[in-house]
């Protein structure tokens, strides 16, 4: 199983982003997606989460309006565009696929929001 990020990096306040996540080694369409983020010194929280079909999402308070979750389960990838971008974005972004008792982690991509 591996779940693995891309697109981070370095981006001034106010640009835009936007991260995916390649899956494989799972049914990748039977499972929940979720994008959670960890800043230094902060406990990881959940920033966006999409049901298996795409049928519903969810936003943290603070990205509302800014993000969007999607995926594209033909190519057992989500994404996370991130828009309008604060200094306090600034995170280690992961992604978590979870159904039931199974779950996975992928490694991580740094996003750093910085003028």
């Known amino acids: 199983v591996q779940l693995v990020e891309s697109g981070g990096g370095l981006v001034q306040p106010g640009g835009s982003l936007r991260l995916s996540c390649a899956a494989s080694g799972f049914t990748f369409s039977s499972y929940d997606m979720r994008w959670y983020r960890q800043a230094p010194g902060k406990e990881r929280e959940l920033v966006a989460a999409i049901s298996s079909s795409s049928s519903s999402t969810t936003y943290a308070d603070s990205v509302k309006g800014r993000f969007t979750i999607s995926r594209d389960n033909a190519r057992n990838t989500v994404y996370l565009q991130m828009n309008s971008l604060k200094l306090e974005d600034t995170a280690v972004y992961y992604c978590?696929?979870?159904?039931?008792?199974?779950?996975?982690w992928g490694q991580g991509t740094q996003v750093t929001v910085s003028s």
């Open positions: 978590y696929a979870v159904r039931a008792f199974n779950s996975y």
